[in-house]
């Protein structure tokens, strides 16, 4: 890789840290092929999602993705443009990943933004299962976990999406995947989750709850997810319960103690011994 694809993947690189920080301290028990596989994949997945999730208009969000389609299919035949695709397709394990693969990620990451707004956490899990099942399925192969953890992989995917996604409430309550049981149980429109209030308090903290839950159990049962999802469910456990504690869990979650860093090297220690 010459300096200036050196310079420009690092500039992707350090958007995703700058989303995932505890992945810098989980890469120190990487061996160094994973680590730049983990990074590159890491990389391209944050910038679909931010097509996916973070772009208001539909047709440069569509543009987007469908550039990435066929950026994807071309680094599977040999011809790649993008530094994050360069890195990632020059790794001899990412032959193990199937071309129809790419165009399910991409095609995942257009239907989740024409989700209609979910009832419930599980329908909420459903639908963005359209992009995490790719997403899932790539770690797989390109990491070598089991198959049969996709499923629930993919769950844990989610629910980080999740927890990015609900420190933005105060500022746009209204693109955010709030399910509507929640805002029917704490009497709220969508409107009102921009305000600082009692009744949010209580929201987040139920939705936290449920959350919780759902991570807790798919931990269980993806006994042998690849290292890096663990490392990252078992931080966000610790993050949404001690949101929960707050007074106001909303602020809980955004705010980074400084115990965060020593909770995800003892973590990456923990799950790389298994």
Known sequence: MSDAQSGAFASFEEKWLAANPEQAIVALFLPPDARLRSAAFGSLVHELEQAAFGLREDHVA????????????????????????????????????????????????????????????????????????PVAGIEVALFGTPVADAATTAKLWTISHLLLALRHLADAPERLPVPLDLLARHEMTRAALAESTPKRAGLVRDFLGRLEDSAQAALNDAARASYVRRVRARLELALMRRAQRADDPLHGLVRQPGEAHWKALWWSWREARR
């Open 62 to 133: 569509e543009v987007k993705i469908q550039w990435w389609r066929q950026e994807l299919l071309a680094a599977a035949s040999g011809s790649s443009r993008h530094p994050l695709s360069a890195v990632l397709f020059a790794d001899p394990q990412t032959a193990k990943v199937a071309a129809a693969d790419w165009t399910a990620l991409c095609d995942g990451a257009l239907a989740v933004r024409q989700a209609g707004v979910a009832s419930d956490l599980e329908s909420l899990l459903s639908d963005h299962a359209a992009l995490y099942l």
